[in-house]
């Protein structure tokens, strides 16, 4: 099994910037492709970010692109989200994935969660 603690959420005012952690523990958790996603009371959970294993692809919602930058090192078993010029919609908890079932094209198919970052923008 795949173990996943998000950290790095906190209060930032919009247009601040924010960089998440996921710290992975298990077995072979570099072969896993790490996404993340956000999700406020009452909504659904909505994709952010996801990077392949090797962390030679990446793909962002188009909401995040040319802002959000996701990465890891595989090392260190940590996946990052960076997060530039943040908006207030953008308050949610965020929560670090992961799947080891290919192709990855529906949030159904990610193995493991974390329990989830707070994330406010304040306005």
């Known amino acids: 099994q795949v173990q996943l603690v998000e950290s790095g959420g906190r209060l930032v005012q919009a247009g601040g910037s924010l960089r998440l952690f996921c710290a992975a523990s298990?077995?072979?958790?570099?072969?896993?492709?790490m996404g993340w996603f956000r999700q406020t009371p009452g909504k659904e959970r909505e994709f952010v970010a996801v990077i392949s294993w090797s962390a030679g692809r990446t793909y962002y919602a188009d909401s995040a692109k040319g802002r959000f930058t996701i990465s890891r090192d595989n090392a260190k078993d940590t996946v990052y989200l960076q997060m530039n010029s943040l908006k207030p919609e953008e308050t949610a908890v965020y929560y670090c994935a992961a799947t080891n079932r290919y192709p990855v094209v529906t949030i159904s198919q990610y193995n493991y969660w974390g329990q989830g970052t707070q994330v406010t923008v304040s306005s």
């Open positions: 298990g077995r072979t958790v570099s072969s896993y492709v």
